[in-house]
């Protein structure tokens, strides 16, 4: 959890290499969680996310948003740096936050199409809100799915069935 409070180190999101790499590596079915802004183009994403899937694990993708990323509501103009390639921009946040908020709005839908479409969990979070929070809840709720299939299918004669 440490590792998740430092800073990231100013290079945009790619995560291509990186579920390739666990796709080949991790060969047990488990619990796999995306954590990111996913802030990046989404061409790759479904094929990339879709080959993790496709080897049996389940997949949990988690957007994290500053809530300053999420509403936009800047007041005043001023230089905004992009964190990703360090470019200074000048922005009137009262003439861009409509435009903003609508390119937002519609990443998200595509990252939510594309994890809906291969059967991935997607949960958009604030980073004003503690990861830990929303990671007992799921988890807790996940073991309570899983108690509830099992004691379903033995009641009608499966034995050990378990449903994600």
Known sequence: MLALEKPAAGQSTNLGAPLARIAEMVRKRGLMILISDFLAPLERFDQDLGALAACGHEV?????LDPAEATFDFKDPAMFEDIESGRLLFIDPQAARKEYLRKLEAHQAGLRATC????????SLRTDRPLELFLFDFL???MQRRKRAQHFGRARGTRGAVAA
Request: hydrophobic letters at 50%.
């Open 140 to 142: 807790r709720e996940r």
């Open 116 to 123: 809906q479409r291969l059967g991935v969990a997607w949960q």
């Open 60 to 64: 949990l993708v988690l957007q994290i």
